[in-house]
Every structure is written in C-alpha cells, then in structure tokens.
T-cell receptor
Framework: DGGITQSPKYLFRKEGQNVTLSCEQN?????MYWYRQDPGQGLRLIYY???????QKGDIAEGYSVSREKKESFPLTVTSAQKNPTAFYLC??????????????FGEGSWLTVV | AQKVTQAQTEISVVEKEDVTLDCVYE???????LFWYKQPPSGELVFLIR??????QNEISGRYSWNFQKSTSSFNFTITASQVVDSAVYFC????????????????FGSGTRLLVRP
C-alpha cells in the first residue's frame, strides 16, 4: 500500500543525545515536510524539502537538522541543541507541481520523550 | 498575517447528535486553500477536504458537510448523526498560493478542536 512510514513510533532520549527519526514515502511525492505537535496545540513546520538534495527551514528549525539524499526519504535529527524536544513529530509529503495548494498527506507520527 | 482560529477547544456530544466545528481564518491573499484534517488517537492526520478560495459551494460527503463563507472568513465543518468513531481532534488549516511557486509547504494550522462522542 502507498503511504508514509515513520519510525520509531516511540523514542526515549537522554538529555545531550542526538536522535534521528525516519520517514519514508512510496507515494512518489517530490515534497516532504516535518511538523512538530505539542499537546493541545496545532502543528508547526520544522523543515521542508521540495526536491532531492534541497531543503528549507520552517518556522522552528533551531536544534533540528535534515537531509534529502533520496526522493523517498527525509530523516529528521533532533540535536542536543533543541531545548525542549519532547513532542509528537509528524512527517508529511505532497506532490510538487505547478498547481499551488497541493494536499499534504501525513504519516502516523513519532513520539519523542527526553528523560 | 495568516492565522487560523478554532475557538472551540473541546466539544462533547452524545451519539447521533449533529455537531459543528468552527474555523475562522485570516489572510491578505485573494487566492488561498483551506483544509480540514482529522487526528484520531493513533496520531496520524487524516485528510478530509481541501477547498480553494474561488469555490464557495458547500460540500457534503456522507455525514460530513462543509460551509465556506468568504464574507465571514469561515470554513465550518458539520458532522451529522455523530458516531463514537468520530471522536478525534480536528484541525483546520490554511495555505496561501503564490504565483510561480508551489506554496503548499506553508500550511498554517489552528490549535484543533477535540470532539468526544459519547455512546
């Protein structure tokens, strides 16, 4: 089945450690995104990539890093510089065409807890 | 500035009741897109609908219906005859369109409305 796969679903991290969240899509989408969700709040954009080997900062990129070496993969690294990393992280993708307003589809998310 | 407001933090209804989730948006653009997503307890955001700013027709899909009114900058979502499986957090989102670019990356989300449907 086509879709977006995130792993792991749950992750615990000690303070000072970097962790990487995986995101893979088989929808043949060009654009991929990472959003962060805090309890009782909406989603905020961390990073996005419109094409392989290119990515842009979103609204809250500090303390995060990404790579886009393959069209289907867009891993997110939460670095030790991120001051409050405990949150729910959602990966998403969409087609990138000349038509604006493409629908963004989401994965099942990853829960990150810093202990 | 773009903004999406979902003033209802939480709504609780009894099964079979109708319920309307409110969404008010702010944008300076004349061309924009509005979305509704459902987030069940599993966490995944499920796409429900996309509407562009030039299409003000109301839409119905089964028990779901959407009322888009540009005059009041609102895009409300109604569930008819609610069911327990409708229990979830619902998000309204706004995306602006810029000529020459695919601006779909810029989805501005509301804070969500948690709907609880009791049996």
């Amino acid at each position: 089945d086509g879709g977006i796969t995130q792993s792991p679903k749950y992750l615990f991290r000690k303070e000072g450690q970097n962790v990487t969240l995986s995101c893979e899509q088989n929808l043949n989408h060009d654009a991929m995104y990472w959003y962060r969700q805090d309890p009782g709040q909406g989603l905020r954009l961390i990073y996005y990539s419109q094409i392989v080997n290119d990515f842009q900062k979103g609204d809250i990129a500090e303390g995060y890093s990404v790579s886009r070496e393959k069209k289907e993969s867009f891993p997110l690294t939460v670095t030790s510089a991120q001051k409050n990393p405990t949150a729910f992280y959602l990966c998403a993708s969409s087609r990138r065409t000349g038509t604006p307003g493409n629908t963004i589809y989401f994965g099942e998310g990853s829960w990150l807890t810093v202990v | 500035a773009q903004k999406v407001t979902q003033a209802q933090t939480e709504i609780s209804v009894v099964e079979k009741e109708d319920v309307t989730l409110d969404c008010v948006y702010e944008t300076r653009d004349t061309t924009y897109y509005l979305f509704w997503y459902k987030q069940p307890p599993s966490g995944e955001l499920v796409f429900l609908i996309r509407r562009n700013s030039f299409d003000e027709q109301n839409e119905i899909s089964g028990r779901y219906s959407w009322n888009f009114q540009k005059s009041t900058s609102s895009f409300n979502f109604t569930i008819t005859a609610s069911q327990v499986v409708d229990s979830a957090v619902y998000f309204c989102a706004l995306s602006e369109a810029r000529s020459g670019m695919d601006s779909s990356y810029k989805l501005i989300f509301g804070s969500g409305t948690r709907l609880l449907v009791r049996p």
